[in-house]
Each structure stands twice: as structure tokens, then as C-alpha cells.
């Protein structure tokens, strides 16, 4: 018995999981917890995710956008370790405590690493997340204490997800007989690195498979530095998320339209990772290249163009993690 058949995926920019329904994605952001002095019955922020707190081994921490919100020093970590930052674990136990109804829930999951980290860090990885662990989970102000066993656990390179979220079907089976026979390039542009794989046969190449640091938080960095100076105000990179999706910025109540720096970011980024696919694959020998992630779907307009066989995977942000789950299905028998 697995219990509960998870895909999560621990991004540096925002955390994804899916488990065949509900989709779940909050900010990669975790900060020190504590005792907030008013709770206000009037405030809008009544989702649950806008109010996600965790205490795990005595600790308490905020997570997501209340971590923006309410910590002091909040903080998205960028460590490419990521079995020695103990905000992977924080954000991987947040998700399953969401996915966990029950005070004692178990997990099938699957997971991913960055392509050049799965065989460094895939065991360390695993010996972290699997097993017994006990949380408390506060959701708007309601704090449940419960036992989640990760019985089964898989980490495979996280393009690898929107492969096989395009072959598998909701019950793990293999559906699309002719992607089983190319030779695919997938493009995966997360928010630190940009994943690249190839799989000939739904086998992985590893001659042709790399990963850089060419994900959006570069494109963030340009924008951050063209704001400072234009507006003179400072903003890190977890305040940049709604800044760039609005495409404004708000100073002294007033919003200010900041298309034009997002455009020259994004150019300036696509053509970064341009060069690098140049410099790895040889387009012309793949069937297909499938763009995929948040940030492939942020620059799907400067990247598509480029390639005459590169296509915007549908549902680009979960496509990894839906393949994840897919792969626990089919792993489990489901």
C-alpha cells in the first residue's frame, strides 16, 4: 500500500504538486515563524495558501506569501545543493501536508533535480525526503498536527516530467505510441536553472543533456537593475513576481508600466539560452523540441521563432509535475 500518489516539484521559484485533481503552486519562500500580535477579521487574505505556516522540529516558520508578508528576513533560496538547504525539505513537507486530510497520511511521490545534479545529489536527496515526518501545518490561523509517511519516493532530471506527462495517460499507461519513438529535445526554463534533455526512444541521452543558470532569475536581475535606476527602489526577487506578471509597478500609490524593461529582459535571456541550445544540439536532428516551465512559457514568444521544430508545451508551469504524478501512477500499478 503507497497511500497517496503525489507529484511535487520543489522549484526555486514556486512550488508545484499535483495528485490527479487539484493543482497547488506557492512561492519557493520561506522565513522564520512567529506570533503575530492582531489578526485581522476583515482581511482579504483568506485563501489558504496566503496563510501557510509550518513548525517542524520545534521551529516555526512562515512559508509562501505569508513568508513575504509577515518574516522579517525572508528568503528564496538559490543553492543548487539543495539536499543541504533545509527550505527543500521545509517546502516539500508544506506540500504534503496540504495533500494530507488525515493526522497520519501516506506517499508515493516523484520528484526532480536539475539535469546536471540528479546523479550527485539524487540519493542524498531521497535519504532526506523519505520516511516518517511529524509537522504541524497552520492554515488561516488553524494549526493541524500530523504524521506523513513518504513510503516511496523516485527523483528523476525535471524535464523529464513534461515528457512523460505527454505519453502517459491519468492511469500511468502509455497512451501516445508515437512520441515512444522520437527523438525529442525538451527546453525546461525554471527560475534559477534552464534544464536541457534529450530522449531517443523515451531514453535519456546523457551526452546531450546539461543544465545552466540561464533561468528566469536572470531576466529578474535585469529588471531589477533597470527599476533601481529608473525608479531608484530597490526589489528582490520574490517581490518581482507579481511586479512581472502585472507588468507595473506601483511607487507612492501610482502604477507605472514596465513592459518595455520586461521585453528587453526577456530578449536579452532568450537569446542567452539560444546560444546554449546552439551550442548543444543540433536542432536539425531532433523531431521535436517541446518548451516547457514557467519560463518557457514567459519566453515562448522570443524562443519559438528561433527554432523551426520547437513547440510550447500546453500548461507549461505544471507540465513537469503532472508528469511526475503520472510516473507514480504507473510506478505503483495505479
Same mark, same amino acid.
Given at each position: ?180 519513438? @522520437? ?8 527560475? @534559477? ?142
Amino acid at each position: 500500500m503507497y497511500g497517496e500518489v503525489l507529484g511535487i516539484d520543489v522549484g526555486y521559484g514556486f512550488v508545484k504538486s499535483f495528485d490527479g485533481q487539484n493543482e497547488i503552486v506557492f512561492p519557493s519562500v520561506v522565513g522564520i515563524g512567529r506570533d503575530i500580535s492582531y489578526h485581522s477579521r476583515l482581511s482579504t487574505y483568506n485563501s489558504p495558501l496566503d496563510t501557510l505556516s509550518l513548525t517542524s522540529n520545534g521551529k516555526k516558520y512562515f512559508v509562501g506569501n505569508y513568508a513575504i508578508r509577515q518574516s522579517s528576513i525572508p528568503g528564496r533560496s538559490l543553492d543548487i545543493k539543495k539536499p543541504e538547504d533545509i527550505n527543500t525539505l521545509l517546502l516539500f513537507l508544506t506540500a504534503l501536508g496540504l495533500y494530507s486530510p488525515e493526522t497520519h497520511q501516506q506517499f508515493s511521490v516523484v520528484t526532480g533535480l536539475p539535469t546536471n545534479y540528479i546523479l550527485s545529489y539524487q540519493e542524498q536527496l531521497m535519504n532526506i525526503l523519505q520516511g516518517e515526518h511529524y509537522i504541524s501545518l497552520q492554515v488561516n490561523g488553524r494549526a493541524e498536527e500530523k504524521h506523513l509517511n513518504v513510503s516511496d519516493i523516485s527523483i528523476v532530471p525535471q524535464p523529464f516530467g513534461t515528457l512523460y506527462n505527454l505519453v502517459l495517460d491519468n492511469n500511468g499507461r502509455v497512451e501516445d505510441r508515437d512520441m515512444t519513438n @522520437k527523438i525529442v529535445g525538451i527546453a525546461d526554463i525554471g527560475f @534559477k536553472t534552464a534544464d536541457f534533455v534529450v530522449a531517443d526512444s523515451l531514453e535519456f541521452v546523457d551526452r546531450l543533456s546539461s543544465s545552466s543558470n540561464s533561468g528566469m532569475v536572470s531576466a529578474y536581475e535585469i529588471i531589477a537593475a533597470m527599476i533601481r535606476h529608473k525608479y531608484k527602489i530597490d526589489k528582490k526577487d520574490f517581490e518581482l513576481d507579481q511586479i512581472v506578471r502585472n507588468k507595473t509597478i506601483k511607487i507612492a500609490g501610482v502604477d507605472h508600466d514596465i513592459s518595455d524593461i520586461i521585453s528587453e529582459a526577456y530578449y536579452n535571456l532568450a537569446a542567452k539560452i539560444k546560444t546554449e541550445l546552439d551550442s548543444l544540439w543540433d536542432y536539425r536532428e531532433l523531431d521535436a523540441i517541446i518548451l516547457t516551465g514557467g519560463g518557457g512559457e514567459a519566453l515562448s514568444e522570443y524562443l519559438i521563432p528561433k527554432f523551426n521544430n520547437m513547440m510550447l508545451v500546453h500548461d507549461a508551469q505544471f507540465a513537469n509535475v503532472k508528469g511526475f504524478w503520472k510516473l507514480a501512477k504507473n510506478k505503483n500499478g495505479h
